[in-house]
Each structure stands twice: as structure tokens, then as C-alpha cells.
């Protein structure tokens, strides 16, 4: 297992859109040991392929409490079959470190995908899930956090990022 590179905004391979996954093979079984590690390592609840330069159909997601089992989930040329009503949660995401926004997401998910061994499982979420799935799914497809802002916001979330980057170089 391997830690891997967690790429930040505004790199332009956060904008890649991820290739169906055709081969469920040892290398990709270890590609997702290694995002399942860095996931973890970051903290964050989820990770796409494309937030580590891979652009592949991939993302990991583990929204388990820190003082419960962790409930590792891995989708695999994901798609989306259903969405129903709307939440708005306060979302990070770790390629914007640091920084929090509130997004509007569908409450409920219907998604189906295939495991790292080829298997295909259908999964209904709500919560924290849902949200998860989503953001992850919109990495895959080159969307991130901030496209999901109005331009008010998106100029304010922005402004927020270029402070919180210069107060880390000078740090």
C-alpha cells in the first residue's frame, strides 16, 4: 500500500473525466488499497481516482463515525439511477484543504456499480452517504465542489481558498 498525492485546486487534472474501468485486475485492487490509505491518512470521508491524478471510474467511501468500525465502500464505474428530494450540507472536500461550503445535494441516491473484484451491487442512500456518493461521482465526471455555487458565492469561496493558500505559504 502507498500513500498517493492528493491533488488541490486549481490543478487542471482535478477537471479530467474519469474512464470506465475494465479490467478488475491486482493493480486495480491495489490502486484501491492505496486511495482507501490516503483517504483515511488525509482525513476525509471519500476519494475519487481523478483527486490522485488517475482518471479512471473509482472512488472510495468510508462515512463511519470515529468511534465506529470503518465501513469501507468502493464504487467502480458508478452511475447515478435515481435522486429524490434536496438537503444542503456542509461540505470539505480534500482538494480544497481547509475549506468548507454549503452545497445543495439530492436527500436520497439510488447509484449501481461494481466492486473492486467486477461484482455489480445496487445501494440506496440518505445522509452523509448520499452526499458522499454524489461529490464523489461529480469528481468523476470533472465537476467539483464549486461548480455546485452561485457566482456570488463561487467569487467568496475563492477569495476564502487564495487567503487560506497564502497563509500556508507563509506558514
Excluded at 474519469?18 to 490516503?38: C, I, N, S
Excluded at 490522485?52 to 468510508?62: K, M, N, P, T
Aim: charged fraction near 30%; include cysteine.
Amino acid at each position: 500500500m502507498a500513500l498517493r498525492e492528493i491533488l488541490e485546486f486549481p490543478d487542471p487534472r482535478l477537471r479530467e473525466v474519469g474512464q470506465q474501468v475494465t479490467a478488475f485486475d491486482d493493480e486495480l485492487r491495489q490502486l484501491v488499497e492505496d486511495m482507501a490509505e490516503t483517504m483515511y491518512d488525509a482525513p476525509g470521508v471519500g476519494l475519487a481516482a481523478t483527486q490522485i491524478g488517475v482518471a479512471r471510474r473509482i472512488f472510495v467511501i468510508d462515512v463511519a463515525g470515529e468511534d465506529e468500525p470503518s465501513d469501507l465502500k468502493v464504487f467502480i464505474n458508478p452511475k447515478i439511477l435515481e435522486l429524490d428530494g434536496t438537503q444542503v450540507w456542509e461540505e470539505g472536500c480534500l482538494s480544497f484543504p481547509g475549506a468548507t461550503e454549503e452545497v445543495k445535494r439530492a436527500e436520497r441516491v439510488k447509484v449501481r456499480a461494481q466492486d473492486e473484484f467486477g461484482d455489480t451491487f445496487e445501494l440506496e442512500a440518505d445522509g452523509l452517504l448520499a452526499v458522499a456518493i454524489q461529490h464523489e461521482n461529480d469528481h468523476l465526471d470533472g465537476v467539483l465542489m464549486i461548480d455546485k455555487l452561485n457566482a456570488i458565492k463561487k467569487r467568496l469561496f475563492s477569495r476564502k481558498m487564495n487567503k487560506a493558500k497564502q497563509a500556508a505559504v507563509r506558514a
